[in-house]
């Protein structure tokens, strides 16, 4: 899985309660994204990083926030869950524009 | 808006045989495209890309065509395993910038002994 780590792996929340997703990687690479799988919409990125403490919204970025405060490090936090956001989560990263990205292994989030 | 799509949402075809994958892409600006392949419970998996000045890429038991004129792609698999079944998505970038990717809906491949 190109050296990324996703954690928690799993997790069941409230409604309301906010919840952060982290994403570390081993790769040195430039670039890390948020991305959220859904059935019947594929993947959908909601926030990408471009370099330590540099990050942009994505398609879906609405009740997410990121931060990246070290190249290794990219975290994903609803500020307040809904159960909109159940879904599973992918961290990507790549070493450079236009170029591939590697996935982590997913959170999967239940928001009840 | 601009988006890529793929026709069949399930493709089965017998092991041994030949699989065929499309995609269609509407984006002009798109100009890199990525073949992924996701297994059940885990995170996509790259499997093959090409880039828009090339129409044909070959990969292990894989090859990529890419037809601009109609904004077509397909991934081809040749003598298809049972490892092979998988759900495969078409992605693509373009027109500069780091902003991601833009995912299909996924193939769903289904081998059949």
């Known amino acids: 899985d190109a050296g990324i780590t996703q954690s928690p792996r799993h997790k069941v929340t409230e409604t309301g309660t906010p919840v952060t997703l982290r994403c570390h990687q081993t790769e040195n690479h430039r670039y890390m994204y948020w991305y959220r799988q859904d059935p019947g919409h594929g993947l959908r990125l909601i926030h990408y990083s471009y370099g330590v403490k540099d990050t942009d919204k994505g398609e879906v970025s609405d009740g997410y926030s990121v931060s990246r405060s070290k190249t290794e490090d990219f975290l994903l936090t609803l500020e307040s869950a809904t159960s909109s956001q159940t879904s599973v989560y992918f961290c990507?990263?790549?070493?450079?524009?236009?170029?591939?990205?590697?996935f982590g292994q997913g959170t999967r989030l239940t928001v009840v | 808006g601009e988006s890529v799509g793929l026709h069949l949402p399930t493709l089965s075809v017998q092991e041994g045989d030949n699989s065929i994958i499309n995609c269609a892409y509407s984006?002009?600006?798109?100009?890199?495209f990525i073949w992924y392949k996701q297994e059940s419970g885990k995170g996509p998996q790259f499997i093959i890309d090409i880039r828009s000045n090339m129409d044909k890429r070959q990969g292990q038991r894989v090859t990529v065509l890419l037809n601009k004129t109609v904004k077509h792609l397909s991934l081809q698999i040749a003598a298809t395993q049972p490892g092979d079944s998988a759900v495969y998505f078409c992605?693509?970038?373009?027109?500069?910038?780091?902003?991601?990717?833009?995912f299909g809906k996924g193939t769903h491949l289904i081998i059949q002994p």
């Open positions: 990507a990263i790549s070493e450079q524009e236009q170029r591939a990205a590697f």
């Open positions: 984006n002009s600006a798109s100009d890199y």
């Open positions: 992605a693509e970038t373009g027109g500069g910038g780091a902003d991601g990717l833009t």
